[in-house]
């Protein structure tokens, strides 16, 4: 048993999906990325509960994340969303996962494992429109697309961009979404014009499935807010009284331990590494066995709480690798062994969003930084 648990709940993962695809007309394909271990939820897992929910496509970042999936005898097409190195195309290949392609080098070396291989490589077409990542740029892409389209082992399944400032509901971001739109459409048409059929075509990451609904072509990219949060906490007030009917996103992740020690501690007495919290008065303290190197980030403290039997306590004084400590204050009523609830979707504790508060940063990293030694539990 561990003291270090993520309660993943599969039932909230699926409403999420669910809520998603009602926002959409029903031809619209979901793809669900499950990269970084599924937004540190769980690969595997979260890749067969996406499927039963409906979803038909799933999306890693590496080569080695699309070979997990097949090992676990996922099906589905994988879209891979990076660019792969020279000595991943053959297992790129080798597992049929559907690669951006973002240059004709790029296409040849897939073409050339294809022909190795004995079989076709699926690729969609990735136009930069303004992310500046990867891609090719959109006056090249009907070169590329007639490029693809010659060499028989690749098979153009569809074509797509990214978009950098979907999430925000500034004015001039909204135009150069706008703008990345509308030469992604430009790119289309040209490949449409050469009597090349495009295949899938797709833009939207969750800030453009909630902000921009009417650019999903025909599917939606939405990662974070299937594990139930919004890109950032301005678009959940957005949503709430733009569409009051929607169902809203539940966190998927409730990050928990279990208190190890409970101490009473005199006036004037340090917690923790380099002395930062000093007590103002007589208290109790709670151990508790998690720390950075469980994603616990030490720039949460000063700034989080956690919530014990319902009530929330500040953690206190420097985070540690391993552990950490809380304030109870005069609150007598907790034991060691007590569960400790750090984030998660209930109302009496705090969410991902709120820890990313503290650090200055985003749930998604809050979430991708949960480290390997907390069990995940399937609930
Ligand atoms: C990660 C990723 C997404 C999902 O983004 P969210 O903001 O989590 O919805 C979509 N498309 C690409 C290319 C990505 O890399």
């Known amino acids: 048993m561990s003291t270090k648990t993520a309660n993943i709940y599969i039932e909230n993962f699926v409403n999420n999906i669910l809520s998603i695809r009602n926002l959409y007309h029903p031809s619209v394909k979901m793809c669900i990325p499950v990269k970084a271990q599924a937004y540190g939820h769980g690969a595997v897992r979260m890749a067969v509960e996406a499927l039963a929910a409906g979803v038909e496509y799933?999306?890693?970042?590496?080569?080695?994340?699309?070979?997990?999936?097949?090992?676990?005898?996922?099906?589905?097409?994988?879209?891979l969303l990076s660019i792969a190195g020279k000595e991943e195309i053959d297992a790129v290949?080798?597992?049929?996962?559907?690669s951006f392609v973002h240059s004709k080098e790029y296409a040849v070396l897939l073409a050339q494992s294809a022909k190795k291989q004995n079989t076709r490589a699926h690729v969609h077409i990735k136009i930069d429109t303004g992310m500046?990542?990867?891609g090719c740029p959109p006056d090249q892409t009907s070169s590329l697309a007639a490029f693809i389209d010659s060499c028989k082992e690749l098979c153009l399944d569809g074509v797509c961009t990214h978009l950098s400032v979907s999430d925000t509901l500034d004015?001039?971001?909204?135009?150069?979404?706008?703008?990345?739109?509308?030469?992604?459409?430009?790119?289309?048409?040209?490949?449409?014009?050469l009597g090349i059929e495009p295949g899938i075509i797709h833009c939207s990451n969750s800030g453009a499935v909630f902000l921009h609904p009417d650019s999903c072509f025909n599917m939606i990219r939405p990662g974070i807010a299937a594990y139930g949060y919004y890109p950032n906490p301005?678009?959940?007030?957005?949503?709430q009284s733009k569409y009051p009917d929607f169902t809203g996103l539940k966190p998927v992740m409730e990050l928990c331990s279990k208190i190890s020690q409970i101490k009473t501690i005199e006036k004037g007495q340090p917690v923790s590494y380099g002395r930062t919290w000093v007590s103002e008065s007589n208290t109790t303290i709670a151990?508790?066995?998690?720390g950075y190197a469980d994603g616990l980030h030490r720039s949460f403290s000063p700034g989080i709480c956690v919530s014990i039997n319902g009530k929330k306590y500040p953690i206190i004084g420097r985070i540690c690798m391993d552990q950490c400590m809380a304030d109870l204050g005069n609150d007598d009523s907790i034991n060691e062994g007590d569960t400790v609830i750090f984030f998660g979707p209930n109302s009496n504790c705090l969410t991902a969003d709120d820890f990313a508060a503290a650090a200055k940063t985003i749930s998604y990293e809050v979430l991708t930084s949960i480290g390997q030694r907390v069990k995940r539990i399937y609930v």
């Open 171 to 193: 004015d001039s971001d909204k135009h150069f979404t706008q703008n990345q739109i509308k030469l992604f459409t430009n790119a289309v048409n040209s490949i449409v014009s």
């Open 132 to 134: 500046g990542r990867i």
């Open 58 to 79: 799933l999306a890693v970042a590496t080569a080695e994340e699309g070979a997990e999936l097949r090992a676990n005898n996922i099906r589905c097409p994988i879209l």
């Open 287 to 290: 151990t508790i066995p998690m």
């Open 234 to 239: 301005i678009i959940a007030q957005y949503m």
């Open 93 to 98: 290949v080798d597992n049929e996962l559907t």
